[in-house]
């Protein structure tokens, strides 16, 4: 009985175990918020200073603001993996 009971509580600490690590990914998705934010303020800021510069400054913000969603959807991806498979 005690061999049951200690093989359930080890289960138990993996499963809780599992999902700290499949919470931690999505610490991704908080810090690209604020990224997001900053680089939207900042190339608002740009454009504002320089109306002339607008094209190049949006076009930039753009591939930044892919490269940061990328990094969301991978941390996504990786949690996902981690709750439903392990």
Partial sequence: ME???MAVSQLLAIDGMVAI???LPML?????GVGMGIAVGKSVE???RQPEAEGK???T???GLAFIETTVIYGLFISILL???M
């Fill in 61 to 63: 913000l753009m591939i």
């Fill in 83 to 85: 709750l439903f498979v």
């Fill in 21 to 23: 690590a499949a919470a």
């Fill in 57 to 59: 400054i949006r076009s």
């Fill in 3 to 5: 061999v049951i009971l």
């Fill in 28 to 32: 991704a998705g908080i810090g690209a």
């Fill in 46 to 48: 740009g454009i504002a």
